[in-house]
């Protein structure tokens, strides 16, 4: 699917490519009948020659170019979407902290509280009015007043510890706080990033898709103006005929390798159980029918790599996992989790070819390492759960063949282990 600023044009023997709008002038291809004429003079032959060549280097050029363009894009918001998943772990553990401290202060006061209580159950005028009352028992009233020293000390041992918990407590809030107000720019930061990735994403499809509509046709009108022998038109239009034909089988034979592979997984587990009673077991099958929560397992395969901080077997460096890997074989297809708008599809950098979903309530889900060309849906597309969107590949900051699965909440990567639990499916 070509994007909004690039069309092509086929019409009558001739070829024309609307460039985006970017560009200085569309590019003009020559028809079978400039080919033609061409051929009655050598000096034109030549320049046509030349003029062929040129465009099909301008073709691969540019094809290249935003493809390097949606790569340097993808990167940028890989970096800005990991930016935000650690600063939004560090909240988190600062969030826990605050909690245990505003825990750990209420204790104290309560404490305190209870203390005072008592102080005011026996205070020292009451003493004082014993001693003077009775005289008599002036040992046992000094001991009581001795006592009521400790005590006064104790208490205020207590009050100052309550104080200072409290204290601690409010800054850990603050710093919370502080950090909450920072994710925000951060997520508006890999949300900006997010979009011009799939912009450039959508650019390189087009230039990717101009190339292979363009450049069969001028390639076969280059042979026929080097070549010696004579070329009919059938001829020249069967050859454009023959490699789109190769190139359909050559999709047909994947998608085929994809279902042989997916049909070679052994069956799920939970086969003959409710989906509602449990959650499927790791290394079940993918996809299927959805729980009554309306999810599914995105993927078939053992999990490979858990949720959680480890150093990246690809970058060598210790940062967060933000997902968790699941492993079937190459080409196994890549299902939605559940039911959602696509708002990412394309180069994430990292993440290789990857789609986000966006499954409501704060919900999204995301699918990276996508295989070259196995991104089966569009931004912007609805898709149900258990729908095929995509294929298993190797592509990013990838050791082998496997799908890095996320799940979202409001922004955050969660562990999706037990996420997807709560939810009747194991991975």
């Given amino acids: 699917m070509l994007a909004a600023g690039v069309a092509v044009v086929l019409a ?45 280097a301008q073709l691969q050029s540019q094809s290249a170019a935003k493809e390097r363009a949606a790569a340097a894009a993808g990167t940028a918001y890989q970096d800005a979407q990991t930016d935000y998943d650690r600063k939004a772990l560090e909240q988190r553990k600062l969030q826990s902290q605050a909690d245990d401290a505003e825990k750990t202060a209420a204790a104290s006061e309560a404490q305190a509280g209870q203390l005072a209580a008592q102080l005011g159950r026996a205070s020292s005028d009451d003493v004082t009015t014993d001693l003077l009352t009775k005289p008599s028992a002036s040992g046992d009233l000094l001991y009581e007043l001795g006592a009521m020293s400790k005590l006064t000390e104790q208490a205020d041992g207590i009050y100052s510890e309550a104080s200072q918990d409290r204290g601690t407590a409010q ?88 279902a042989a592979a997916a049909a070679a997984l052994p069956p799920a587990a939970t086969a003959g159980v409710p989906a509602a009673s449990g959650a499927a077991p790791s290394g079940g099958a993918g996809g299927g029918a959805a729980t009554a929560s309306g999810w599914v397992r995105p993927a078939a395969g053992f999990q490979s790599s858990p949720y959680g901080l480890r150093v990246d077997p690809y970058t060598h460096v210790y940062t967060l996992h933000a997902g968790v890997d699941l492993a079937p074989a190459c080409y196994s297809p890549i299902y939605a989790a559940a039911a959602g708008t696509v708002t990412f599809a394309g180069n994430g950098g990292g993440y290789g070819n990857e789609v986000i979903l966006d499954n409501g309530g704060g919900i999204s889900t995301a699918y990276g390492h996508v295989v070259d060309g196995g991104i089966m849906v569009a931004a912007g597309q609805h898709v149900e759960a258990g729908q095929q969107i995509a294929q298993v590949g190797s592509t990013g900051w990838s050791t082998g063949c496997h799908l890095h699965f996320e799940t979202r909440v409001n922004g955050a990567a969660v562990d999706p282990v037990p996420f997807m639990a709560a939810r009747g499916i194991s991975v």
Avoid: C, F, H
């Fill in 12 to 56: 009558a023997g001739a070829l024309v490519a609307l460039v985006p709008s970017g560009a200085a002038s569309a590019a003009s291809y020559p028809s079978w009948d400039d080919v033609q004429a061409a051929k009655q003079s050598q000096s034109d032959q030549a320049a046509k020659v030349s003029e062929i060549r040129g465009l099909i």
């Fill in 171 to 258: 800054a850990l809030a603050d710093k919370s706080k502080v950090a909450e107000d920072a994710l925000g720019k951060l997520a508006d930061a890999a949300q900006a990033k997010m979009r011009a990735a799939q912009s450039a994403a959508d650019q390189a499809k087009a230039a990717v898709a101009a190339q292979a509509a363009n450049q069969d046709r001028l390639e076969a009108q280059l042979a026929l103006l080097t070549s010696k022998t004579k070329t009919t038109q059938a001829g020249y239009e069967k050859g454009v005929r023959i490699e789109k034909a190769r190139q359909a089988r050559l999709a047909r034979e994947r998608a085929a390798a994809a």
